[in-house]
């Protein structure tokens, strides 16, 4: 059974360019969650999906950031525009639900210059 | 901010000793603490479940404790093999929906 899959791997862009992630979760999923993962630290939440439903977003920094799940599958995750400080590993999970166990997909390493 | 926090940052043991990662949390109220493993360049995959009335729980060589009254966990690795090297993350859950992380271990293994 495939895992989580996660593009692209690795993202180099300069500041103030836009950029977007695509996560597709495990099949049968409906929970899917976005993360971000500084240098040496443990991963926090941006955003946590019920089927298309964002149903927790609140330390997402709606400014710049944007994430769709149109269908209830896959996912997009979008900064315009990206800042210095973007800069980290953006990691996506997925859950049969939200109360069982969540699977993370490989990351994307976003680096902005 | 970060209410798990977790000891030592890093270790470098070598092959085929044993070692014990630390963790604290001051989560309230306590659901369950889970353990994940992650390589390098890839995301953190489960070792192990602990709900608060567990003390125990293994899973091969990785061998988790739990002591809610003192809101202290370790995991203890036997045996240690390279392919251990990785960093281990405490990861302390309210419900099953917010998970609060720690910092991490980053162990090294050296041959």
């Known amino acids: 059974e495939a895992g989580v899959v996660q593009s692209p791997r690795y993202k180099i862009i300069e500041k103030k360019q836009p950029v977007a992630f695509w996560c597709n979760p495990i099949?049968?999923?409906?929970?899917l969650y976005w993360y971000r993962q500084n240098l040496g630290q443990g991963p926090e939440l941006l955003i946590r999906?019920?089927?298309?439903?964002?149903?927790?977003d609140s330390q997402l920094p709606k400014d710049r950031f944007s994430a769709e799940r149109l269908k209830g599958v896959d996912s997009t995750l979008k900064i315009q525009p990206a800042e210095l400080g973007d800069s980290a590993v953006y990691l996506c999970?997925?859950?049969?639900?939200?109360?069982?166990?969540?699977?993370f997909g490989p990351g994307t390493r976003l680096t902005v210059l | 901010k970060n209410q798990v926090e977790q000891s030592p940052q890093s270790l470098i043991i070598l092959e085929g000793k044993n070692c014990t990662l630390q963790?604290?949390?001051?989560?309230?109220?306590?659901?369950?603490l889970r353990w994940y493993k992650q390589d390098t360049g890839r995301g953190p995959v489960s070792l192990t479940i602990?709900?608060?009335?567990?003390n125990t729980k293994s899973n091969g060589r990785y061998t988790a404790t739990l002591d809610a009254d003192t809101k202290q966990s370790s995991l203890h690795i036997t045996a240690s093999q390279l392919s251990d090297s990785a960093s281990y993350i405490c990861?302390?859950?309210?419900?099953?929906?917010?998970?609060?992380f720690g910092t991490g271990t980053r162990l090294t293994i050296i041959p």
């Open positions: 999906y019920e089927n298309e439903e964002a149903v927790d």
């Open positions: 999970a997925s859950s049969l639900l939200s109360v069982t166990e969540q699977f």
């Open positions: 602990m709900t608060f009335s567990e």
């Open positions: 099949s049968g999923h409906n929970t």
């Open positions: 963790c604290n949390y001051t989560v309230s109220p306590f659901s369950n």
């Open positions: 990861v302390v859950s309210i419900g099953n929906e917010k998970l609060t």
